[in-house]
């Protein structure tokens, strides 16, 4: 018999685009679905770009208005992978329109926003996910079950630094990546967000923060708007960056644990340095994504004597999703942490449930977020609603 159709609608297609879409294709290849995902259809503004990345990624059509793919009934799920500033609108209108969602993070430009958001898809039913792509890391997902399951004991510490230096050159164009009425913040929102969401989702929910943020490079030249990492400077006029190039806070979570996060896209020589320690009463463990199959852990009632950090390489059967990909030492990468969540949200289809992290999560991550600013902004601590 054949199966369901989820009929994909996706809304972007660059960076973030170019993960999806490859996620889609491949997510038959490696596991069992109970439904077949279609790539149905690509919106974007520009015909010919639009056209060519339809072509070459393996989308069947493609539109100009992403509108027309919300009152299409051959489209089941979109997929939003735009600028921060389109989501809500773009969320709240597929939701009204009774389609499934899966949203790029930051969710929303604020948690005023995140939340209307979250409530018009309760409203309506759907199924939402948010993109957070690194809980889809084997290691990971390991660390999540070592936490969980005790072996770590009770958990005292998180620290998490996420530094990338793409930006640093003063001549770096004013991509929309650095523009507040686009991005709502800079490095804030575009990496402190995952380490947010890795922090909520291995250690727990934040109680209070106390941040501070700054701005190194305070004008550019304009730049392709629509530019990513490698964007050009097509201008000779200058403009302001209003957002954040790095941003620190400290932490509390509500089970006692104390977390200091640090984001930066000035931390020279690295190109996606998200990394994390947790320490508990009984192990520790370090992950680092430059080097994300392997997982350090420490465990305290190892023999005196040969106590130390040992490396797992996290592609064993026993590790969370590398049993369906390669024999063991076989790594994977960074696109299969986007396979990986594509799978959850075929699941969530499937099963009509919303796996975490969905927009529940993403507001969450967005209160948090407004709350490290607030506190950059008033120098002071900042509670975290409940
Ligand atoms: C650019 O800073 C970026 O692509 C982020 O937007 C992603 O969320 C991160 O995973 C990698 O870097």
């Avoid at 604020?110 to 409530?119: D, F, H, I, V």
């Avoid at 380490?195 to 941040?211: F, H, N, W």
């Avoid at 790095?246 to 644990?257: I, M, S």
Wanted: charged share 25%; with cysteine; aromatic share 10%.
């Amino acid at each position: 018999m054949s199966k369901r159709q989820v009929r994909i609608g996706m809304i972007g297609y660059r960076f973030m685009g170019k993960a999806h879409s490859h996620a889609y294709r491949d997510l038959p290849f490696y596991f069992d679905l109970d439904v077949e995902p279609v790539m149905q259809a690509i919106a974007g503004r520009d015909p010919e770009a639009v056209r060519q990345a339809a072509g070459k990624m393996g989308w069947k059509s493609y539109e100009t208005d992403w509108r027309r793919l919300l009152e299409r009934d051959d489209i089941d799920l979109i997929d939003i992978g735009t600028p921060n500033d389109t989501h809500a609108e773009m969320a709240i209108a597929a939701a009204e329109a009774g389609k499934h969602i899966i949203c790029e993070k930051p969710l929303a430009m604020n948690a005023e926003q995140a939340g209307r958001m979250l409530e018009a898809a309760n409203r309506a039913g759907i199924v939402h996910m948010i993109c957070h792509n690194y809980r889809f890391v084997p290691a990971i997902r390991y660390a999540k079950h070592l936490i969980d399951s005790g072996r770590l004991g009770t958990i005292y510490h998180m620290r998490a630094t996420y530094l990338q230096d793409w930006i640093m050159d003063p001549k770096f164009p004013l991509v929309w990546r650095l523009r507040k009425e686009v991005c709502g913040s800079g490095t804030h929102g575009d990496l402190m967000a995952h380490s947010i969401d890795l922090a909520r989702y291995l250690v727990g929910e934040l109680t209070e923060v106390t941040g501070m943020m700054d701005t190194f490079v305070k004008c550019r030249p304009i730049g392709e708007m629509s530019g990513g990492l490698n964007a050009q400077v097509v201008d000779d006029r200058y403009g302001e960056v209003d957002v954040d190039d790095a941003v620190a806070f400290l932490g509390r979570f509500a089970n006692g644990a104390l977390g200091v996060f640090e984001a930066s896209r000035f931390g020279k020589g690295n190109r996606n340095g998200n990394r994390f320690e947790i320490n508990g009463s009984k192990g520790s463990v370090r992950w680092d994504m430059e080097n994300m199959n392997n997982l350090q852990l420490y465990l305290d009632d190892d023999e005196k004597g040969m106590q130390g950090f040992r490396t797992i390489n996290c592609t064993e059967e026993a590790h969370p999703y590398a049993g369906v990909y390669w024999p063991a030492g076989h790594i994977i990468g960074y696109e299969h942490t986007f396979i990986n969540i594509m799978h959850e949200l075929m699941r969530g289809i499937a099963g009509n449930f919303s796996p975490e992290p969905n927009f529940a999560d993403g507001y969450r991550n967005q209160l948090v977020l407004d709350a490290v600013e607030r506190s950059a902004l008033t120098k002071q601590w900042v509670t975290i609603p409940t």
